[in-house]
């Protein structure tokens, strides 16, 4: 078992570790450098895909599909991966997702013997179900795919971020989920707050969820950078838009929804430690930037948003159309064109809907107070430790990205 395609510190000797014990079948060994691994790095997709395939020959086909797809949704370009996953669909009788699994894997690598043999089999099986008596299947699930999603790197409470599905949500034939998975962590245990719920099922889980709709998507709880396994699988059937915002607008927001506890109920402060956790403390203190403790929330929330920023180059992903939130926000034909594109142009905005939907466009919803976020005013009223910071943190290559938007700084 080799299959990583970049084993990055602190993690490369312990993976090395866990391969060698999974090849010598010490699987206990091999399972507790992966669990210790997870603990710290959820989306590890070496140690995910090590520990499903530990549960698959233990017979624990829950626990290996659930391991394995979250495995190739961190990282979905490795066959080995998808082949895995292909096997333990199968020996839980899953064949539609073993063979959607399997052709992905042929996709990656064409030459892998071993996606060739596991497709054979997926065909054989099928001839065999196919001189079966048919059952009678709804006919509306043998249609296109009528999911979307629009990716983000988080709205934090950002009022035209969230005015967005909230237009969307007026037309009458479209469904649009806003912070739905983001605040399950908040109130139920089901996963930690960085985890998301893998891409394909939970695709599938919209499009049957949404039968009565003639569109139903997500709204930023993905990210764009996540998408192409959403291509690998359905190809240009689900449209998907990235949307950006100004960097000085979307890092205040950030900061603030921080600084103000992420509107955690009775007080808690779980999120916040879990944010806190994920902070790059050694690479900003490498930058001889202003000194910070825990209690400091707007220095280091300022810091990490600025890398965050940084992800804009890596959501320039092709068939992912992209748009500024502020030019939604001022044109009418702009939005227009945004929900021709998420709904393959079946639900169309009257001018009385479009009144509506652009009437609270300012208008602050529950919980939010009117802001002034002018980029200009923004950079003019930061101390000099935020903007050297910014200077430091954001690269080159992200700025001129921006500025590929129409942004000025």
Same mark, same amino acid.
Not at 59 to 64: H, L, M, N, R
Not at 260 to 289: A, C, I, K
Not at 374 to 382: D, F, K, L, T
């Given at each position: 078992?080799?299959?990583?395609?970049?084993?990055?510190?602190?993690?490369?000797?312990?993976?090395?570790?866990?391969?060698?014990?999974?090849?010598?079948? /010490?699987?206990?060994?091999?399972?507790?450098?992966?669990?210790?691994?997870? %603990?710290?790095?959820?989306?590890?997709?070496?140690?995910?895909?090590?520990? @499903?395939?530990?549960?698959?020959?233990?017979?624990?086909?829950?626990?290996?599909?659930?391991? *394995?797809?979250?495995?190739?949704?961190?990282?979905?370009?490795?066959?080995?991966?998808?082949?895995?996953?292909?096997?333990?669909?199968?020996?839980?009788?899953?064949?539609?997702?073993?063979?959607?699994?399997?052709?992905?894997?042929?996709?990656?690598?064409?030459?892998?013997?071993?996606?060739? =043999?596991?497709?054979?089999?997926?065909?054989?099986?099928?001839?065999?179900? #196919?001189?079966?008596?048919?059952?009678?299947?709804?006919?509306? +699930? =043998?249609?296109?795919?009528?999911?979307?999603?629009?990716?983000?790197?988080?709205? =934090?409470?950002?009022?035209?971020?969230?005015?967005?599905?909230?237009? +969307?949500?007026?037309?009458?034939?479209?469904?649009?989920?806003? =912070?739905?998975?983001? !605040?399950?962590?908040?109130?139920?245990?089901?996963?930690?707050?960085?985890? /998301?719920?893998?891409?394909?099922?939970?695709?599938?889980?919209?499009?049957?969820?949404?039968?009565?709709?003639?569109?139903?998507?997500?709204?930023?709880?993905?990210?764009?950078?996540?998408?192409?396994?959403?291509?690998?699988?359905?190809?240009?059937?689900?449209?998907?838009?990235?949307?950006?915002?100004?960097?000085?607008?979307? *890092?205040?927001?950030?900061?603030?929804?921080?600084?103000?506890?992420?509107?955690?109920?009775?007080?808690?402060?779980?999120? *916040?430690?879990?944010?806190?956790?994920?902070?790059?403390?050694?690479?900003?203190? !490498?930058?001889?930037?202003?000194?910070?403790?825990?209690?400091?929330?707007?220095?280091?929330? #300022?810091?990490?948003?600025? !890398?965050?920023?940084?992800?804009?180059?890596?959501?320039?992903?092709?068939?992912?159309?992209?748009?500024?939130?502020?030019?939604?926000?001022?044109? /009418?034909?702009?939005?227009?064109?945004?929900?021709?594109?998420?709904?393959?142009? /079946?639900?169309?905005?009257?001018?009385?809907?479009?009144?509506?939907?652009?009437?609270?466009? %300012?208008?602050?919803?529950?919980?939010?107070?009117? +802001?002034?976020?002018?980029?200009?005013?923004?950079?003019?009223?930061?101390?000099?430790?935020?903007?050297?910071?910014?200077?430091?943190?954001? !690269?080159?290559?992200?700025?001129?990205?921006?500025?590929?938007? @129409?942004?000025?700084?």
């Amino acid at each position: 078992m080799n299959h990583s395609v970049d084993d990055s510190p602190p993690f490369g000797k312990e993976i090395m570790a866990a391969r060698e014990h999974y090849n010598n079948s /010490r699987f206990e060994e091999a399972i507790a450098i992966c669990e210790t691994i997870l %603990n710290q790095d959820n989306h590890h997709h070496e140690a995910l895909y090590i520990a @499903g395939s530990i549960a698959a020959q233990a017979g624990q086909t829950d626990i290996a599909v659930e391991l *394995l797809e979250r495995s190739v949704a961190s990282e979905p370009k490795i066959a080995a991966y998808f082949i895995a996953l292909a096997n333990t669909y199968l020996s839980c009788n899953r064949y539609g997702d073993a063979l959607a699994a399997c052709q992905t894997a042929l996709r990656i690598d064409p030459d892998s013997s071993e996606a060739k =043999a596991s497709m054979l089999e997926l065909q054989s099986l099928h001839s065999a179900a #196919a001189s079966q008596p048919a059952h009678s299947v709804r006919k509306e +699930l =043998a249609q296109d795919m009528h999911v979307f999603y629009v990716t983000a790197w988080g709205y =934090a409470a950002d009022h035209w971020y969230g005015w967005l599905p909230k237009a +969307l949500n007026c037309h009458p034939e479209i469904f649009a989920l806003l =912070a739905h998975e983001g !605040s399950r962590p908040k109130y139920m245990k089901e996963r930690t707050r960085g985890e /998301r719920p893998p891409l394909i099922p939970f695709t599938n889980f919209l499009n049957d969820m949404g039968m009565t709709y003639q569109a139903i998507g997500d709204c930023y709880f993905y990210r764009a950078s996540q998408m192409p396994e959403v291509f690998s699988q359905w190809g240009d059937d689900i449209p998907i838009v990235n949307i950006v915002r100004h960097p000085y607008v979307w *890092l205040e927001f950030y900061i603030r929804w921080r600084a103000s506890n992420m509107r955690m109920p009775d007080g808690s402060m779980g999120p *916040l430690e879990w944010e806190w956790g994920t902070v790059n403390h050694q690479y900003f203190e !490498s930058l001889g930037l202003k000194a910070y403790t825990k209690e400091d929330i707007p220095v280091w929330a #300022a810091y990490q948003g600025m !890398s965050q920023l940084n992800n804009v180059l890596s959501d320039q992903v092709a068939d992912v159309r992209q748009f500024t939130l502020e030019s939604i926000a001022a044109s /009418r034909d702009v939005f227009i064109d945004l929900v021709g594109y998420l709904t393959k142009g /079946r639900c169309e905005y009257p001018p009385e809907l479009l009144d509506l939907v652009y009437s609270f466009i %300012n208008t602050p919803f529950r919980g939010e107070e009117k +802001l002034r976020m002018v980029p200009a005013e923004i950079y003019r009223s930061w101390p000099d430790w935020k903007r050297e910071a910014f200077e430091l943190i954001v !690269s080159r290559d992200a700025v001129k990205c921006f500025e590929g938007f @129409g942004y000025k700084f």
